[in-house]
């Protein structure tokens, strides 16, 4: 597949972000969407009009690894190996474990169906949050009368974290696992919880706001900055502070760390997928 190069400018006194060089990985999708690095060590991210999961391993090319799933989005894994998919048609979160069995996780709370789970995050110890909000075609046939952030149990408990007015949509924690960032789309925020070692949420808050764009899907680096697909992909520090921005010609969607060194930042936006290696590792999921 041929790479074609991208190009981005900035330099920041907190941290070099001078002389990074993005290319275009791969290229020729519907939607793409949700990318996450597996510990196997290899990529994944959805095409979620086509219904496909795409798999990545590096050196090789990017193939289908599961297909006929209900407009697959956001993904995730676990520190076994298993993905973690969001379905938004399907309005339900499944689980795939390494022989390619679906386990259905969640697919309504209180009786009612989600409105179509978006983004998903796994903490090492087991414990699940996602998002569920409505866009489009959710919108007609929605059961909730909320946006939900919502966590599951390592033992498969499910709670909810927040019922919003406003829609949510995509989730990360930050190092360490005790604290979870939460994109804001209808607000142009990112909203951040406390959770601590049951998983238990608390003291919300507005973090981030005034965002150019829809904010979408976000991850963290292991200092703590928070890289969020919106407009462009723009870093901030945890205080607001703007310290980067990734310009594209297609909007981006989605992001995660990920390669052997967990220091390349993919990019999922429209009909492709971009990458840029930083000099910060992601934070850690598992």
Known sequence: MRILPWLFLATVAAQDFSNLQTEKAFAGYRFSEGPSWSPDKFLVFADTPANHLIKWVPGGKPEIF?????????????????????????RRV????????????ASEFEGKRFNGPNDIVVRKDGNVWFTDPAFGYQSDSRELDFYGIFHISPRGELDVVARLKTRPNGVTLGPGGSALYVT???????????????GTAS?????????????????CDDKGHIYVAARYVYVYTTAGKLLHTFEFNEKPSNLTFADFDYQTLYITARTSVYRVHLDVKGAQPY
């Open 94 to 105: 499944v689980r795939i474990d390494k022989k390619g069995k679906v386990e259905v996780l």
């Open 203 to 219: 003291n919300q808050r507005t973090l981030i706001s005034k965002i150019d764009g829809v904010p979408d899907g976000l991850r």
């Open 184 to 198: 804001d789309s209808d607000r142009h925020a990112i909203l951040a919880f406390d959770v601590d070692k049951h």
């Open 66 to 90: 599961k297909d006929e799933l209900a407009g697959p989005a956001g993904t995730a894994f676990d520190a076994q190996g298993r993905i973690y998919v969001c379905e938004g048609r399907g």
